[in-house]
């Protein structure tokens, strides 16, 4: 299915998180982004082991950025269930199960090397999957199964390399548990 540009809308947010109107997904990001919805996923397998992906070279923030499984925005008026499962699909080509939110007011602002900022409120999700992904070459450039305590050792080793959010989003969660057993720490 082609996506149009209707269907492309990413909700725009009041400083309180109310939704005050949509703007097209790729005029949002610019070095004066709004705020608005957005939602990051993490996502293991039977044996625990985490997902983190490379970002694809082509975008528009942070690309060739390792970080989480997959982030995404929600369409104005869309479940943020169905979006998880819509991006699990789309850029991993994965159903997920066992999706729960870990960290449900992460917000955060970052500015990239090209000056193009994230501007998000971006409610933080677990999930798990039996499937082996098979990326979007569009929005993924590899990817890697890892434990989740090499992922948080990585953070404290290696913040720079990876995206701002998976960042601040491990260092605001007991990660070795909630990435481990994908429930609160």
């Not at 950025?65 to 269930?81: A, K, Q, Y």
């Not at 993924?140 to 404290?156: F, I, S």
């Amino acid at each position: 299915m082609t996506t149009t540009q209707t269907e492309d809308l990413v909700t725009l947010l009041a400083e309180d998180g109310t939704p005050i109107g949509s703007a097209p997904r790729m005029t949002v990001h610019t070095d004066d982004t709004p705020l608005h919805l957005a939602f990051s996923c993490y996502v293991s397998d039977a044996s625990g082991r985490l997902l983190l992906t490379r970002r694809a070279l082509s975008k528009k923030t942070w690309p060739g950025v390792w970080t989480n499984s997959f982030c995404g925005h929600p369409r104005p008026g869309e479940d943020l269930l169905d979006a998880i499962t819509r991006y699990a699909r789309h850029e991993l080509g994965l159903e997920v199960e066992d999706v729960r939110c870990v960290l449900p007011d992460f917000r955060y602002r970052a500015v990239d090397a090209s000056g193009v900022v994230e501007n998000e409120i971006c409610p933080v999700f677990v999930a798990t999957t039996t499937q082996q992904p098979d990326p979007n070459p569009e929005e993924v450039a590899e990817y890697a199964w890892a434990a989740p305590e090499d992922a948080v050792r990585a953070v404290a080793a290696v913040p720079f390399a990876l995206s701002p959010w998976m960042v601040e989003q491990v260092e605001g969660m007991n990660a070795d548990r909630v990435l481990a057993q994908g429930s609160p720490g």
